[in-house]
């Protein structure tokens, strides 16, 4: 499937809307209060976050294939894509760029121009938060989550965030191996 | 003139505040006080010392933005209030420079400033805090802060009513103060 494809059927998929800054108060307050609870242990926070992302990721994938309809991708490259011109239009209405893609087509990077769980943010300047928190790591758990119900064990992290004073908000997706056997997830 | 601008909770607790001077008419954006640099604090005293009269006028009128509330003639002290619907105050209070003949009367000096306002058109704000055009600066000033004090006070990690201390916001009202004021 070509990646324009992708991008229609991420245009046309239709889905029930919710106000913007609803989404982005109330991931941010998850964000600040995990901050909290784990006394300001960004990597902890990181991994809790991921773990969310995972178990959402798990669930949204069956909501994905539903309301897109979309089949079995035939190779990595073209998983790239649906991720990012379908999941991420019709679950958060931006498409980030699919780029810097490895010679064996096993990795690639995920460029957002925006993001809006990260709209009015600004880490807390105690001097760490901005080297060590990932604001928006669910994402990560959420592709890790999903992709490993449909037979695909990845690994994703963020390179950089513009909250952090990068450029661009990157992230790297590797796939480690695609699962052959139908095996049951395992408890998290 | 010299600009103080602080933000003041609904508690009464500063959470913010910043001196800077004009950059209209040829102004260099510096704040130069009429009291002497260990006397900063007179700033802090007759801004807060209008707190009474703005909780008189807030009930005044619908808006948010109060005009000028106060002044202490003694230093010359204008004070502007704008009170946002949660009850946190902004505040800003002006000082027009000292006249070169500090003993000439205020109508000498209303004078010589509006031979001299026809050169320079902007120093009607710089050096005239109740006029209408200094209004008018200041309410657009007062509303850029408030844009900018919403979407700080939207960011998860600010807590209400915690001292700002952004970087990005501290920015932002400089760069206010340098197009409005």
Known sequence: ?188 | MSYYFTILSPTDTPIFNIAFGTSKGGGDGIARFRFPDTAQYMNQFIIHSSLDILEEAQWTNGGMYLKHIDTYPPASAYISAFLTPSGTRFLLLHQPPQLPTSGSSSTLGASSLLASGTTRSSSSVAANPTSAQTEEAVRQFMNEVYESFVKTAMSPFYRQGMEIRSPVFRGKITAAGKKWL
Not at chain 1, 161 to 167: C, E, F, I, K, P
Request: proline fraction near 3%; aromatic fraction near 8%; include cysteine.
């Open chain 1, 1 to 188: 499937m070509s990646a324009t494809k992708a991008s229609r059927i991420g245009e046309e998929t239709r889905i029930d809307k919710v106000n913007a800054e609803l989404v982005t108060l109330t991931y941010g307050t998850i964000v600040a209060q995990l901050c909290q609870d784990y006394d300001s242990d960004y990597q902890e926070v990181n991994k809790q976050l991921e773990k969310m992302g995972y178990n959402i990721g798990m669930r949204l994938i069956e909501d994905f294939l539903a309301k897109s309809g979309v089949g079995r991708c035939a190779n990595f490259r073209e998983t790239a894509d649906m991720i990012a011109k379908v999941g991420f239009k019709i679950f958060l209405n931006v498409a980030p760029t699919v780029t810097n893609w490895t010679s064996d087509n096993n990795q690639f990077s995920l460029i957002f121009d925006e993001n809006p769980l990260a709209d009015f943010v600004e880490l807390p300047d105690d001097g760490r938060a901005q080297d060590e928190l990932w604001f928006s790591n669910i994402l990560c758990g959420v592709l890790r989550g999903s992709l490993e119900m449909v037979q695909m064990q990845i690994e994703a992290h963020f390179v950089s965030d513009v909250l952090r004073g990068d450029d661009t908000t990157e992230m790297r997706v590797s796939l480690i191996r695609y699962i052959e056997d139908e095996m049951p997830p395992e408890e998290d």
